[in-house]
């Protein structure tokens, strides 16, 4: 493909067409392009996404789409995400070897990634519906949350690096600014494209009149909007991550930019905490107690994952201008202490994040089909009810909560009480 070609959105006629010369393509999947089988598969909010078999291999290839799907041309929105998206999966695969897809071809000015085909991995939002389980999940993503926020923070890069990094990612702009608005503000009044189920007025009129807590977000979003402490996915939930029953991939960080260490894990794990409440709308008392146990252990594992790592990488690659060891170990002074204080103040911007996405994806814009495919309402207002009032005591109290035991013990709580 010449990267003069002016930007088109692709279709499953105009792609192989469009492909066929690349060799970094064809040595995959075959140069006989007429044999390709392309389908489009995209379901998320923003961009094209097509499966493209030949006869040996199949692959991804992700294109950026002018405006935002989910709402149609009326709302633009720059192809150079699809940049950001390509840069940040490299560091990513640099950082974390492993954990994200391998990219064969991109293409600027087209807007398209050519990724692995992830095979037979499903979204983790899927499978979370469904009830299925996979071995090591919170593993690899404790690993993956700890070394991309170590790795890309002031704690791992020198100087040069990290400030010409961090101005490269204030180019994210518009992306930012859909974070700012649809997480951290739109929830707390009746913004114009919110929706709600039906029936949850009563809580909804408890938070969006709580000062306190709308004082608390608006402090998160300075954080947000100021805090340029690491490299982040900056849109990981379970719809981010695709699995096997042993195998997690973690893809889609257009929505990536240098913000608090905190931001990535905080939402992840708020995404299972959705996922924990929704349970009783999918399952029958037979296997809910168990399935919900093992999310609750998943976020443990993630957690416990993210400590383990994070000490590790500040034990054993400490190089940045943080912390340095000129003023700890080699004075023969322990940095314990200082790692504590770190691992403390992500852990309560991390709770902050938690609670206010739990309360996005309930009163916002972009929902999650955890609920939203709960067909009977008032069983999905019950159970969204206990989320918004839980993610409401995690912004309040996110400098008391100790640990992620309290978490569970919280989940548990809520998860049998009534709130409507
Ligand atoms: C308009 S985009 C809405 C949401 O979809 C993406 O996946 C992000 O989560 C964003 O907030
Ligand atoms: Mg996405």
Same mark, same amino acid.
Not at 254 to 260: A, I, Q, S, T
């Given at each position: 493909m010449k990267d003069d070609l002016e930007y088109e959105p692709l279709n499953s006629k105009t792609l192989p067409e469009r492909l066929k010369n690349l060799e970094s393509i064809t040595s995959l999947i075959g140069n006989k392009s007429e044999e390709w089988k392309v389908t489009e598969v995209g379901d998320g909010n923003l961009n094209l996404v097509f499966v493209v078999e030949g006869k040996q291999a199949s692959l991804i290839v992700k294109q950026a789409l002018p405006y935002v799907r989910l709402v149609g041309d009326s709302w633009p929105l720059p192809l150079s995400r699809s940049f950001f998206e390509h840069e940040i999966l490299c560091r990513q695969g640099e950082r974390d070897p492993g954990s994200v897809p391998q990219i064969y071809y991109f293409n600027k000015k087209q807007a398209i990634i050519v990724m692995?085909?992830?095979? @037979?991995?499903?979204?983790?939002?899927?499978?979370?519906?469904?009830?299925?389980?996979?071995? &090591?999940l919170g593993k690899t993503l404790g690993n993956f949350c700890a070394?991309?926020?170590f790795r890309g923070s002031d704690l791992s890069l020198s100087t040069k690096e990290k400030k010409k990094d961090t101005a490269l990612f204030q180019g994210n702009d518009e992306l930012m600014a859909i974070t700012e608005n649809l997480i951290f503000t739109d929830p707390y009044f009746e913004a114009e494209m919110n929706h709600h189920t039906e029936g949850l007025e009563p809580v909804i009129k408890t938070l969006r009149s709580d000062v306190s807590l709308k004082q608390e977000v608006q402090h998160m979003l300075l954080k947000f909007t100021s805090n340029t402490e690491t490299l982040l996915h900056g849109d990981l939930h379970s719809g981010s991550v695709m699995c096997t029953d042993s195998e997690t991939k973690i893809i889609d960080p257009?929505? &990536?930019?240098? !913000? @608090?260490m905190g931001f990535d894990i905080?939402?992840?794990?708020?995404n299972f905490l959705m996922a924990y409440f929704s349970q009783p709308g999918h399952r029958t008392e037979n296997t809910l107690e168990e399935y919900q146990n093992w999310i609750l252990s998943t976020i443990e594992e993630i957690y416990s994952t993210f400590i383990s790592e994070f000490s590790n990488l500040w034990r054993n690659e400490r190089q940045g201008i943080l912390f340095p060891k000129s003023l700890f170990e080699n004075q023969g002074h322990s940095s314990e202490g200082a790692?504590? !204080?770190?691992?403390?103040?992500?852990?309560?911007?991390?709770l902050g994040v938690c609670g206010i996405e739990m309360h996005r994806r309930i009163l916002s814009l972009a929902h999650n089909a955890d609920f939203e495919e709960i067909a009977d309402l008032k069983t999905r207002a019950e159970l969204e009810a206990r989320n918004l009032i839980m993610g409401r005591q995690l912004i309040l109290e996110r400098n008391q909560i100790k640990d992620i035991q309290a978490i569970q013990s919280l989940a548990r709580k809520y998860n049998s009480e009534k709130h409507l």
């Open positions: 692995e085909m992830l095979s @037979p991995h499903v979204i983790l939002r899927k499978k979370l519906i469904a009830g299925e389980y996979v071995n &090591g070394r991309t926020a257009e929505f &990536g930019f240098y !913000g @608090p905080g939402m992840l794990i708020s790692l504590n !204080g770190v691992l403390n103040h992500i852990w309560s911007d991390a």
